[in-house]
């Protein structure tokens, strides 16, 4: 995937144009993107969390740039005074697959501003999510969803997405975690 993709629209009612870029860590105009995304979507009930942190607010950008395996992606569109604004937003990770011997990319957090959902938006950041995995030679796209987070599993699903049930008697793959430290 280029730096840069060409403005696309998805067979979806009300589909918008946007343009896929690839967040520059270190440029502020994206780090403000960044921040104002990540806090709408931190603050969406469908996710249950409690916010964006202060501490997060402050170092997001940072440490994510400072993490060669990151990549982040805006889905853009051009506003009506012909400026660029940000709607979109994808974080994501390489990892490495021990069994497959090959990278895999995992999908930590996909947003579309409220306004602009419903409209082709989610469905061209998948599709992005896809190219850059394909770019990457990775073995597979991960990620984790709610399983009450409707729209965003319909999305998934519509993208390729399924459960990872490798064999029926041993069940699904769950999710887990284990809290080190109070993020405050």
């Known amino acids: 995937m280029s730096q840069k993709s060409d403005f696309q629209t998805i067979a979806e009612p009300n589909p918008i144009a946007v343009e896929i ?14 921040l104002r995304l990540l806090s709408e979507y931190a603050d969406d009930p469908a996710i249950g969390s409690p916010g964006l942190t202060k501490r997060a607010q402050q170092r997001v950008a940072q440490e994510l740039a400072q993490r060669p395996n990151a990549v982040s992606l805006f889905a853009m569109r051009i ?5 660029p604004e940000a709607i979109g937003l994808a974080n994501c990770f390489e990892v490495f697959s021990t069994f497959a011997a090959a ?4 999908v930590h957090d ?3 501003s409220a306004p602009y959902r419903g409209k082709g938006v989610g469905t061209r950041l998948m599709q ?6 394909k770019e990457r030679n990775c073995c597979k796209v991960t990620l984790e969803v709610y399983s009450g987070n ?19 008697e ?7 975690s284990k809290r080190l430290i109070d993020i405050e």
């Open 103 to 106: 990278p895999v990319l995992n």
């Open 128 to 133: 992005a999510i896809s190219e850059l995995a």
């Open 21 to 34: 870029l690839r967040v520059d860590y270190s440029h502020e105009p994206h780090r403000q993107s960044l």
């Open 79 to 83: 506003r009506e005074d012909g400026q």
């Open 110 to 112: 996909v947003m579309v």
């Open 150 to 168: 409707k729209p965003a599993r319909s999305l998934y699903s519509k993208n390729g997405f399924s459960g990872s049930e490798l064999d029926s």
């Open 170 to 176: 041993l069940g699904e793959t769950l999710f887990l």
